[in-house]
């Protein structure tokens, strides 16, 4: 599977970006997507993911009700559309796959296989 993530750039707090995830190769019906990012010197969090075939969504605590992910079937893209951003949420951005027939998630950054390139997010306050 290859990802492909497109959609950072600069803006302002309070601003609304959306981050897209385009998938190719395998099919990633039985796969769980998920968007991680890594600020300068922190470690790389988990920010949310979907289980392709139920729909089922997580989130962190620091972006629930401000980001929203989901999918494209026909598209095999999964986005993340975030709305009220703030310099806190400034990290470069990563989307990531992992073979998930169970359908339960996948939660640690080690525990997925496939990762994109990373898209840069930079919110000015």
């Known amino acids: 599977v290859q990802l492909q993530a497109s959609g950072g750039g600069l803006v302002q707090a309070g601003d609304s970006l959306r981050l897209s995830c385009a998938a190719s190769?395998?099919?990633?019906?039985?796969?769980?997507m998920g968007w991680f990012r890594q600020a300068p010197g922190k470690e790389r969090e988990r920010v949310a993911s979907?289980?392709?075939?139920?729909?089922?969504?997580y989130y962190t605590h620091s972006v629930k009700g401000r980001f929203t992910i989901s999918r494209d079937n026909a598209k095999r893209t999964v986005y993340l559309q975030m709305n009220s951003l703030g310099p806190e949420d400034t990290a470069i951005y990563y989307c990531a796959a992992r073979y998930d027939p169970s359908g339960l998630g996948v939660s640690r950054a080690y525990e997925y296989t496939y990762w994109g390139q990373g898209t840069l997010v930079t919110v000015s306050s």
């Open positions: 190769g395998r099919t990633v019906s039985s796969y769980v």
């Open positions: 979907i289980v392709w075939n139920s729909g089922s969504t």
